[in-house]
């Protein structure tokens, strides 16, 4: 059974860092990519950070770039986004995802964990 376990968030005030966590158990990690999507309350989820499995590549949006750094440990299969400069706007539920439909696999998702920053 795939298990995705995010754990970090809680409140910050803008300009603050905070550095969220995935734990993946279940899957051979390193086969999939792995996704960082955040959802702000009536807004659509979004991506923010995208790394491969080897951890060579990453993407983010212009909305979190510079300011955001995801990175993966394959032999503890985790992923960390670590955040800093925060805004308000960064608000959200934060989900990892574990891709693994470009290798013709399941994708499978976290529960999310809640970042809020405000001071």
């Known amino acids: 059974q795939v298990q995705l376990v995010e754990s970090g968030g809680g409140l910050v005030q803008p300009g603050g860092s905070l550095k969220l966590s995935c734990a993946a158990s279940g899957l051979t990690f390193s086969s999939y990519l792995m996704d960082w999507y955040r959802q702000a309350p009536g807004k659509e989820r979004e991506l923010v950070a995208r790394i491969t499995g080897g951890g060579g590549t990453t993407y983010y949006p212009n909305s979190v770039k510079g300011r955001f750094t995801i990175s993966r440990d394959n032999v503890k299969n985790t992923v960390d986004l670590q955040m800093s400069s925060l805004k308000p706007e960064d608000t959200a539920v934060y989900y990892c995802?574990?891709?693994?439909?470009?290798?013709?696999?399941?994708?499978?998702w976290g529960k999310g964990t809640l970042v809020t920053v405000s001071s």
């Open positions: 995802k574990a891709v693994g439909s470009a290798r013709g696999l399941s994708d499978y």
